[in-house]
């Protein structure tokens, strides 16, 4: 066992207003300028959960990458939006990262007392990574740092009455997949492999009733990260104490049909798992790795059932997968949006009746300037806050900012500058186009 101490307890200041980190990944030196970018303050899907509904005060909380008026570098941010009053108080800084890599953005958790725990990621091993747990339960105002560690791609989930059980990515030959338990936070379990093939993996993953799943790639060699493909699926029922898979733990070899994969999310619909993700022909920006699907595959209790229901323009368009007894719901950004070709766009609404067999889109919510990019969604999440994402422009360094929509795809902006206490996050569509 691994015994944590107490660090430092801290009160957190507090920011004038909600401001999101931009980011850019791997320059391309054509008209599409990067692979990836913009505004990234929920970015990336590896990161889960990043907001959570408290039924017991009526609040959803939830962490972004922030950043000072001033410049672009990653403060880690926590706040919530009460639903009673339907106002955002100021965000609180946690820290700052010392960074503008977005991969660096935090994860959240909830104990059963209530207590806020925010996981703070690092990009490998070139920075540290630590766990902080809020001084009162239900509340942003102090923090106490419980560890300074190093982890990449956090997924605490907590686990009524047993703890946490911490999905996370470790940076040796490539990035493996590993695994601890804590019944408190302080105390942990030694790191455990659960997958380290050739160059490695990303996994998304989800707990429902005690059960928890990972669905994830690899890496291969030759051609690492920009070459992910193949669907995997491991489920935990006892903590960790065995895995299984529902037949073999590779659900689809799309290696063998030249596709890559980029997973977006993971539900379970009665038990069985469903898994949201696109695939594409090529990792670079551009009409010409296109067309890049998105697709579901689902566990029916005797067989994977994959289906596909729309296409994007890029790998990074994100989106998030409400399950809602048979009707399925995804929130994404498959709108080409003010920048085609390139990461985001505008988010629309899509409904299934029928578990994903037919699609219809309901509506689209956004329309601007800017690229609106990863919408997520939060864990047990409030009709109200259904969704929470960021926007910016993907082609150069810009202002971003937050926005979170309810379940009927009615779009709110958080306010960029606040100057009481609190405020009410701004409803008006007119000022989504900026």
Not at 61 to 69: A, D, E, L
Not at 104 to 122: E, M, Q, R, T
Not at 136 to 161: C, H, M
Request: charged share 25%; glycine share 10%; with cysteine.
């Amino acid at each position: 066992m691994i015994v944590l101490l107490l660090l430092l307890t801290q009160d957190l200041p507090r920011d004038d207003g909600y401001r999101g980190i931009w980011y850019m990944n791997q320059p391309s030196k054509d008209e599409h300028k990067y692979k990836y970018s913009g505004g990234f303050a929920t970015y990336p899907q590896q990161h889960v959960p990043i907001a959570i509904y408290a039924k017991a005060v009526d609040r959803t909380f939830f962490v972004y990458g922030g950043s000072p008026r001033d410049r672009n570098t990653l403060l880690h941010m926590v706040s919530y939006f009460d639903h009673a009053t339907s106002t955002v108080p100021r965000p609180a800084i946690l820290l700052d990262k010392k960074t503008d890599d977005a991969h660096d953005n935090p994860v959240l958790s909830i104990d059963d007392a209530g207590h806020l725990w925010i996981f703070s990621n690092a990009h490998g091993t070139s920075r540290p990574s630590w766990i902080h747990r809020s001084v009162k339960p239900y509340d942003i105002g102090a923090f106490e740092r419980v560890l300074e560690t190093n982890f990449s791609y956090g997924q605490p989930w907590w686990i009524p009455e047993k703890g946490f059980f911490f999905l996370h990515t470790r940076y040796k030959e490539g990035r493996g997949l590993w695994w601890m338990t804590s019944p408190d936070g302080r105390t942990w379990s030694a790191p455990a492999s659960l997958s380290h093939e050739e160059l490695g993996h990303y996994q998304i993953s989800g707990a429902e009733d005690g059960r928890i799943g990972t669905v994830f790639d690899v890496h291969p060699k030759p051609g690492g990260l920009n070459a992910r493909t193949n669907l995997y699926y491991k489920e935990t029922r006892d903590f960790g104490t065995s895995w299984t898979s529902h037949g073999d733990v590779l659900v689809h070899d799309y290696k063998k049909e030249g596709l890559l994969v980029y997973l977006k999310d993971l539900r379970f619909d009665e038990g069985k798992p469903v898994v949201l993700y696109l695939t594409s022909k090529g990792y670079e920006a551009g009409p010409k790795n296109g067309p890049r699907q998105w697709r579901t595959t689902r566990w029916t209790g005797t067989a994977w059932e994959t289906r596909e229901f729309t296409t994007s323009d890029h790998n990074y368009d994100h989106g998030s997968l409400y399950v809602e007894g048979g009707r399925w719901r995804v929130i994404a950004t498959t709108e080409p949006g003010a920048r085609p070709h390139a990461t985001g766009g505008d988010v629309a609404l899509w409904e299934s009746p029928d578990r994903g067999a037919t699609w219809s889109k309901v509506r689209v919510l956004t329309k601007g300037a800017l690229n609106h990019a990863y919408p997520r969604r939060p864990l047990n999440a409030h009709p109200g806050f259904y969704a929470l994402w960021a926007d910016g422009d993907p082609l150069a360094p810009s202002a971003s900012s937050l926005y979170f929509c309810d379940r009927d795809g009615k779009v709110f902006r958080f306010p960029d500058r606040i100057e009481g206490e609190t405020a009410r996050p701004v409803n008006d569509p007119a000022s989504l186009e900026r």
